[in-house]
């Protein structure tokens, strides 16, 4: 069996810079997706959380003012 150098094979490979740009702008806009993603949970979980706590002092302050027996509660 005739085998050829390693480096005789390997001397004419080239990447296809086409193919690889191309991979890597698909990468990237996925990575970009994921990153607006991120951001809009995390603006719309905040908003979430701010919504929450007013509503419990809100509460808490109904309760406040119906123990103390002030009227408007």
């Known amino acids: 069996m005739l085998r050829k150098d390693k480096e005789s094979v390997d001397s004419g490979w080239q990447s296809s810079a086409r193919g690889e740009q191309a991979w890597k702008e698909a990468t990237d806009k996925v990575a970009s997706r994921n990153a ?16 929450r706590a007013d509503e419990r002092r809100s509460a808490a302050a109904k309760r406040e003012a119906k123990l103390r027996g002030k009227p408007g509660s």
């Not at 607006?36 to 919504?51: F, H, I, L, P």
């Open 36 to 51: 607006d993603v991120c951001k809009t949970g995390r603006r719309e979980r905040a908003d979430q959380e701010r919504e």
